[in-house]
């Protein structure tokens, strides 16, 4: 497995390839019954899974970080097993599947990090949750206007939203009034290529709180986009 990491420059250690090989194992077991990934095949799950989850990695500071739409665990399970120290929570609006990212917390001995079950416009209306992370992350969701609505109310003014895309220019030119209404600022966009595609990591910066009407739920982030 660490040749494929270093095949795109990525240092792994011999714990961390423990981590990743026990991880995999956990993911096809529960893919059988959760449907958690289309991508089954060893060597293309660590590049479009493990690598690309990790082309962020160094975006992700402070100590608290929450993942939008987690599904079967990316970017944030492999964050974790690099950013071991960090506090996690990985947000999935499917029960199944969080049932599966606390059993590969559990398995991996991961300490603070855990899944919620519930929705990204619900759950950030809490005073608990509402602008208290550092990072907020997120992979294959909705598109960019409607995930800065579902994303920004999570994080602290300072802090960022790392958007993991492909090639995004258009949703990037389309999202620019709601990162503004929001009260964010792109701070700049990384370009990668894995195995021939475009990978775009979008950097936002919370540069001002968001209003409190946001998220304006009933499906409207999806429905009516800023
Ligand atoms: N991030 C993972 C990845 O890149 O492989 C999973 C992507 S999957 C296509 C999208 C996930 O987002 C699903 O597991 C779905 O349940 C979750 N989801 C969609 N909308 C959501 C919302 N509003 N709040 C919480 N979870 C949501």
Redesign the pocket.
């Known amino acids: 497995m660490k040749s494929y990491f270093e095949k795109y420059s990525i240092e792994v250690s011999d714990e961390k390839i423990v981590l990743f090989e026990k991880y995999y194992n956990l993911l096809l077991e529960y893919n059988k019954k959760f449907n958690l990934?289309a991508i089954t095949e060893r060597e293309e799950v660590i590049i479009k899974?493990f690598v690309d989850s990790l082309l962020g990695v160094d975006n992700i500071v402070g100590n608290k970080l929450i993942?939008?739409?987690?599904?079967?665990g990316?970017?944030a399970i492999p964050i974790k097993v690099f950013k071991p120290d960090i506090m996690l929570i990985m947000?999935?609006?499917?029960g199944k599947?969080c049932e599966f990212l606390n059993t590969v917390c559990k398995e991996l001995e991961f300490k603070s990090a855990k899944a919620i079950c519930?929705?990204?416009?619900e759950l950030s209306r809490t005073a608990e949750y509402r602008e208290s992370f550092d990072v907020c992350t997120?992979?294959?969701?909705?598109r960019l206007n409607t995930l800065c609505e579902?994303t920004l109310p999570f994080v602290k003014v300072g802090g960022y939203f790392v958007a993991?895309k492909g090639d995004a220019e258009e949703e990037i030119t389309e999202a620019q009034n709601a990162i503004k209404i929001l009260g964010g600022k792109i701070e700049k966009i990384d370009n990668f290529e894995l195995e021939g595609a475009k990978r775009q990591i979008i950097v936002i910066k919370k540069i001002k709180s968001t209003p409190d009407k946001y998220p304006r739920g009933n499906g409207k982030e999806r429905k009516k986009p800023l």
């Open positions: 990934t899974h993942d939008i739409g987690s599904g079967g990316f970017p947000l999935d609006s499917t599947k519930g929705r990204a416009e997120a992979r294959a969701v909705a579902y993991y």
